[in-house]
């Protein structure tokens, strides 16, 4: 019970701070993303560590930065500069680090920021209201969000009603087919309702397409951490948030779903 008290408040309190923050202009949705990239840096550096792999702290922050405002100015040479910088860096420094094992190390790099950096720098552009008009007033970001909390919720929800069959055990014993379909039921319901109430105007099409991203993606997302977590044997990234466990637990299913909702949009014009 104390549990889910906890998982509640912090729902509560969290879920209109990241809105507030998406919708309050550029710079606090910058403070957001790049918060998150911190936090979960720290969260990733001691995930991968336990399997050896040692990656500089200070590195990639650089490239993140970069990479945020290379996304953020669309191309500006400074992020580009920045990024090629921090890359080079992070490869002359492992040509020196004892251990030697710079596939692992670089490995880690890599993946932290293919995996982690980049869906959460596509919030800036996803967070800017006058881009996609579709999406108006609610916003390409927010519209995102509330999918994937909706997905979760009816995931769960369905899961812990009707559940009965795995769906797979090797990263999740929990979760189960009925829970995964009801996830992508809730996923496709989001945008459906927001065009209902006004809060976006998307077609038949956008509602499918961009539900079943959110529903297959984010659920897989989810499994993918899962799957990490559980070759080193842990059970949260951290224990930031109470009853949550890690930032990386909570917005997993994001860094997946993020690049293809982005990608649809911009191939579709919505």
Known sequence: MRNLLSRVLIAALGIPLLILLAKGGVWARGLLIVALQGLILREWISLVSVRGARVSLAGLALAAAGLDVLVFRSGGGVGLASGIAAVAL??????????RQPLLNLGASALFLLYVCLPLSLWFVLGDTDRFESFAPAGALVSLWLSTWLCDTAAYAVGRTLGKHKLYDAASPNKTIEGFVGGIAGAIAAPLLMSALGWARLS???????????????????????????EVQLKDASSFLPGHGGLLDRFDSLLLST???????ILSGA
């Open 259 to 265: 690049p293809f909702f982005y990608a649809y949009l």
């Open 90 to 99: 992070m490869l002359i420094v492992e040509v020196f680090r004892r251990g």
């Open 204 to 230: 038949v099409v956008d509602v499918l397409v961009l539900g079943a991203i959110v529903g297959l993606l984010g659920q897989t997302g989810d499994l993918l951490e899962s799957l990490m977590k559980r």
